[in-house]
């Protein structure tokens, strides 16, 4: 009843075919560097067909179609300058930022 098979215990065994469910690759919109996801903030744009609000999602719950960005104000400004929201989530219209600026700014408060 004590027994356990050992190769129930081994996470990283050979079974993955290369595929770690661990370390998963998003390209940041903002400077198109490919980083751990983990790294970046998920957001996704809600609104109507011309009224967009791009609104973060850290825990990666919302429905739609999403966006990766490093929740940095440097990222943020890239992202803006490239129009790479609207590309990204395939939106167009105006496209409001001010609620990720205000993550972003708050993430960045030990730089500041
Ligand atoms: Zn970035």
Known sequence: MA???PLRHRRH???GEGLDLSTVIR???G???RVDKTAL???VGIGSSSNWVITPD???SLPGRGAHLHPTTRCLELAIKRKAFGRALKIEGTIDTILLAEVVRGTNDQKN
Do not use: A, D, M, N
């Open 27 to 29: 390209t940041c919109i």
């Open 58 to 60: 850290p825990g990666g």
């Open 13 to 15: 065994g050979s079974f």
């Open 41 to 43: 903030v998920r957001v």
């Open 3 to 5: 027994y356990r098979h």
């Open 31 to 33: 400077c198109r560097e």
